[in-house]
């Protein structure tokens, strides 16, 4: 009666566990909706008024990090992302990898698409779109400007451009001359990945001098970013006096207000899982740099740099990086090496980059020999686990040695029971004697913990296994869309959460539970029942995962069933031992059950 009741609170723990678990991924890492680029929202783009201009930054002084550089007197409202793209004064991008258009209003780089990547797995799926102009859905630019004699140059100024493509043949240089005289220019350059620079010049042609102050920015809803997870943040992230900083989620951020870290800033910015935008500033001090929260979900990244005092006839000029791309390892590494410390570190490796980067080549690799990311991910769990196949061999090895010495350990333990120190005694007699290390046999589990974790956290940051097939499977980034209740994807619709049981979760757990019947070691019923059910936990709680992972945990599982046989085999002792236990164990429960029943 006691084990039905344990067997059905297990029960009951586990259903608890499995919705409890959907509930929790749901809220503290929710998706976020997919942008829809082309869907119309009600309100239109409103064109620059004159007291808009003239009301532009009308501060004294230069601006610091309490500045808000204007934002409280933008304009407000939705507006259409084609209409805003269609409304003139643009001059577009052409590079290998990215295109778009620079907005003339406001010296704006507000439009980029990702041409390597497209947004869906659909034929006509258009390529993702990184930035996108002020006050629509997906909202995310950056700003060059400046703060002159204490008001901001605005940012819905108009911008004369020198040519009408940028290429990474051809810069392009905005310009715009006030009434005092004073020339701005802002010249853009973008190489063959994802890096602009801006130079920021000013040429004082009046007859006094005046106080300039360059500064950039990038602007972003979070809307559309992506979750930030204990595995892979996302969100403000940057290099400030060589260290990483990334403690902050968007939502921490919105309460705090703003983030100014210390020391001398390398880079700063927003990551998503995929992608990311970043400021590298140039060689002048910088009098601010870090995030603020703007309200309504967006958030700005700033670098401000400090003031100078420009004479008549004299210039400035300060240069900054824009980096807005996909987070490709071999790219950020290249631009790391070209002088932007740390810039690898874009992509969330955490404590075991040393390993995982490896990993990363490797899985690279192996993809290259057979285009295909799906086979690769079997070939690189293939080699992680023959790497580790001596280590799981010195733990079987262990174990069998232990379970050849229990008889004469329950015999020093019954002859000692009632002195513990006597009896520890003797057993660490017995293992020196024996040569037996307690310890071995746990220590080649411990080494194996990072080396997994480092190779499922490789798999959730590869940009590579995004939109990749493998056999059924469309995208391998993505959970396994051939679920039961859809009729393993003959049926035109998607089953949400813990219960799109896929292919890859049924297999998933079926392999967990007969490697879980291969272990050696016997336990009490009840254990022995959590043990059973386990593996059907898992397999609902992993079902809304990568495809990718399940594939190599599926793998992984696969070859510990037959690393487990073949080391039976070697070890026959060991074997023989754990059935004998469980068939004394099988004894002593029907004794136990006769015994009830007789009362």
């Known amino acids: 009666m006691d084990n039905q009741r344990n067997i059905l609170l297990a029960v009951v723990l586990s259903g608890l566990l499995i919705l409890g678990w959907d509930f929790g991924m749901r809220y503290f890492y929710p998706q976020p909706d997919e942008p829809a680029p082309s869907e119309v929202i009600a309100g239109t783009a409103e064109a620059p008024s004159p007291q808009d201009v003239a009301a532009e930054g009308a501060a004294e002084g ?89 008001e901001r140059i605005s940012s819905r100024a108009i911008w004369q451009a020198d040519g009408d493509r940028l290429t990474p043949e051809t810069p392009v240089t905005l310009t715009r001359t006030d009434a005092n005289g004073i020339t701005y220019k802002v010249r853009f350059a973008i190489d063959d990945n994802y890096m602009i620079t801006a130079e920021q010049t000013v040429e004082n042609a009046g007859g006094n001098a005046t106080i300039v102050q360059p500064f950039a920015y990038i602007k972003r809803t979070s809307a559309t970013a992506s979750p930030d997870q204990f595995i892979a943040h996302a969100g403000p992230t940057g290099v400030f006096d060589g260290s990483l900083f990334d403690p902050h989620s ?211 940051l590869s940009i590579e296994m995004r939109h990749e097939p493998f056999l059924y499977i469309k995208d391998l980034s993505a959970p396994d869309p051939a679920t039961i209740l859809n009729a393993f994807g003959l049926l035109p619709y998607e089953v949400p959460g813990f219960l799109g049981i896929g292919v890859l979760a049924v297999m998933l757990g079926v392999t967990m539970w007969l490697t879980f019947r291969l272990n050696p070691s016997t336990m009490d019923p009840m254990q022995q029942q959590i043990f059973n059910i386990m593996p059907w936990i898992l397999m609902f709680v992993m079902a809304p995962f990568a495809a990718g992972l399940l594939l190599y945990w599926v793998t992984s599982n696969i070859l510990t069933l037959a690393q487990q046989s073949y080391l039976y085999s070697r070890h026959p002792q060991l074997k023989a031992a754990a059935e004998k236990e469980k068939a004394d164990a099988a004894k002593k429960k029907a004794r136990e059950d006769a015994e009830k029943s007789k009362a």
């Open 62 to 150: 230069t601006v610091s990090a309490d500045s808000d550089l204007g934002e409280a007197r933008a304009a407000t409202g939705p507006v259409d992302l084609d209409t805003a793209l269609a409304s003139g004064n643009r001059v577009a991008i052409d590079a290998p990898r990215v295109s778009g258009s620079i907005n003339l209003v406001g010296a704006r780089i507000d439009d980029i698409t990702l041409t390597d990547y497209d947004e869906t797995t659909a034929k006509d799926s258009p390529p993702v779109r990184l930035f996108a102009p002020e006050r629509t859905d997906a909202q995310h630019f950056a700003e060059f400007g400046f703060v002159v004699g204490g």
């Open 250 to 460: 968007y939502e921490e951020l919105a309460e705090l207000g703003r983030e100014m870290p210390t020391g001398p800033a390398a880079w700063l910015g927003f990551t998503d899982n995929y992608w990311a935008s970043a400021l590298v500033p140039g060689a002048g001090a910088t009098d601010a740099a870090g995030w603020r929260s703007l309200g309504d979900e967006l958030f700005r990244a700033d670098v401000i740099y400090d003031s100078a005092t420009v004479p008549a006839g004299g210039t400035l000029t300060q240069s900054t990086q824009l980096f807005a791309g996909a987070k490709e390892s071999v790219i950020l590494d290249q631009y790391e090496d070209a002088g932007i410390p740390y810039f690898g570190k874009v992509i969330s490796w955490g404590w075991f980059e040393w390993f995982e980067k490896p990993l990363l080549w490797l899985l690279r690799t192996f993809n290259g020999l057979v285009m295909n990311f799906g086979v690769a991910i079997i070939m690189l769990t293939i080699v992680v686990r023959g790497l580790m196949f001596p280590v799981a061999q010195k733990g079987f090895a262990s174990m069998a040695s232990m379970k050849a010495i229990q008889p004469k350990m329950k015999a020093i333990q019954e002859r000692y029971k009632d002195d513990k120190q006597k009896q520890q005694q003797k057993i660490m007699e017995l293992y020196k004697e024996e040569k037996v290390n307690p310890v071995a046999g746990c220590l080649p589990m411990l080494l194996q913990i990072p080396i997994f974790f480092a190779l499922y956290k490789v798999l959730i």
